[in-house]
């Protein structure tokens, strides 16, 4: 019953001392005894050093144990200590008063030292158990707090990185859309994903006739991806810059052909250290020409919607991701080109994304999509690209994106049309 010799403490209140000779002395050697002559004295004694137990004599003069049992269990710091009433009354209705106000227990007099020695070990250990239960339970709340602040932490920091994310998606990964493109409208929407990852993209204009449009998404997740992702694209200005030819009246471009090639050469053996790889293909658009070449390394093939044409059709590529066979040769393809032709470029985030059932948005929705919208006009490509992203939206519900999910809209302008184009932006 002792913990390092400290005994529990008891603090019996009785108008008559007298009667609890017998059980102080059955009981000194394993607790400690107060004794209080009054319901008022046993008050101001509980209150100045709360006692572990405290025995009440129900019937004394002026305040009775009933009264001073209400007061302790009305004030918060002393409504836990146990109360056992002493009682020569063995009438069930005043147990059953005590034990409504909160006793624990009764003892009835004359007092027998085993029995009540019993009863009051008992009670002690109950007491004691719930302390520790007590314990354990203010420990297992002040965890959960520990655990709800660390949840929260985690959060906040992982809407950082989510942040951090975006603005690399947005500044290294993707880039501005250049400004003033005579005879084209570019539109471009973008909703990132729950993961930094390495969809990359490149609108570069050669001059005020000719524009390259590169796309490509590097093999995995994360900031590696994103680095990777942003190297390429570096690479694609340092290649195009290295192929650059000047003769002495004109700037002759390498053909997109030759810049891939390149891009094969300088990157294959990196990636392969790496253990990546990445799709991409590079479209080029030469409006004075009136022809699209392009080169597609393994990437979502364009979709192409001519003027005058009810179906879309699909820029295809034979050749394999870059990193994947050191002696791959890029080809291009060509096709003529001409005002009002529609293109639509887009991630593999879109056509892969699943709803709760597991079912891909797939091509083949996108494709109908696509050549539902309404011809000529005005060209507000944002709304059409936010019809795209609201029918994804519908599709997938709840599920979680993934993956970037990323539309880049190309529309090639008639002459009266140049001046509606909102999409630039």
Known sequence: MTTLNKRPRILAIDDTPANLQVLTAALAQEFRFQIATSGEVGLAAAARTPPDLILLDVMMPGMDGFEVCRRLKADPLLQAIPVIFLTANADSLAEEAGLELGAADYI?????????????????????????????????????????????????????????????????????LPPDMAGVCLTRLSTPSQVVDGDFSVIHRLHADCFDVLVGDVMGKGVPAALIGAGIRSTYHQVLSDLLITDATQLVLPTPAQIVNQLHQILTPRLSDLSSFATLALYRFDLAAQTLTFVNAGHTPALLLRAGQGSVSELLGENLPIGIMADEVYSQSALPIASADVFLLFSDGITEARNAQGEEFALERLAALFESWPRGGQRIGHAKLDSIRQALHQFCESTQVLDDQSLLLIELLEKNQEDVCDANQ
Do not use: C, F, H, Y
């Not at 239960?133 to 809407?159: F, G, I, M, P, W």
């Open 108 to 176: 009835t007099k004359p007092i027998k030292a085993d029995l009540a020695r019993l009863r009051i070990r008992n009670l002690m250990e109950r007491e004691a158990l719930r302390k520790e239960l007590a314990s354990q339970r203010d420990r297992l709340a002040d965890n959960v707090r520990q655990l709800k602040s660390t949840a929260q932490q985690l959060q906040e920091a992982r809407l950082r990185e989510l942040e951090i994310g975006n603005a690399i998606q947005r500044d290294l990964l993707q880039g501005e």
